[in-house]
Nanobody
């Protein structure tokens, strides 16, 4: 059974940084496109960034471009999201998902159906202003 686990969330002041991690077990991680999503209270889950299985192609939602960096270590079966210059509007529960489609349409916000792909339980990111 595929298990996805996120970590690294927390409380940070505006302008600060956090690095999220996501591990995926029982999955051919090195063959899976991976994505980060977030969901704020009262809002839909939205795509933040994705990375193709090879690690050589990434896409970002427009509001995080230049501030967030997605990366992966296939040997460790781990996905990362480095978040810099955090803003209060970045406050949300952040989720990792495996097996997502990954293309330039992520720039406009990709709303993945939650009954597809493999999801973790999320890690909370709170940015205080």
């Amino acid at each position: 059974q595929v298990r996805v686990v996120e970590s690294g969330g927390g409380l940070v002041q505006a302008g600060g940084s956090l690095r999220l991690s996501c591990t995926a077990s029982a999955l051919t991680f090195e063959q899976a496109n991976m994505g980060w999503f977030r969901q704020a209270p009262g809002k839909e889950r939205e795509g933040v960034s994705c990375i193709k299985w090879s690690g050589d192609t990434t896409y970002y939602e427009d509001s995080v471009k230049g501030r967030f960096t997605i990366s992966r270590d296939n040997a460790k079966k781990t996905l990362y999201l480095q978040m810099n210059s955090l803003k209060s509007e970045d406050t949300a529960m952040y989720y990792c998902a495996a097996g997502v489609p990954c293309g330039p349409y992520w720039s406009g916000g990709y709303n993945a159906p939650t009954d597809q792909f493999y999801w973790g339980q999320g890690t909370q990111v709170t940015v205080s202003s």
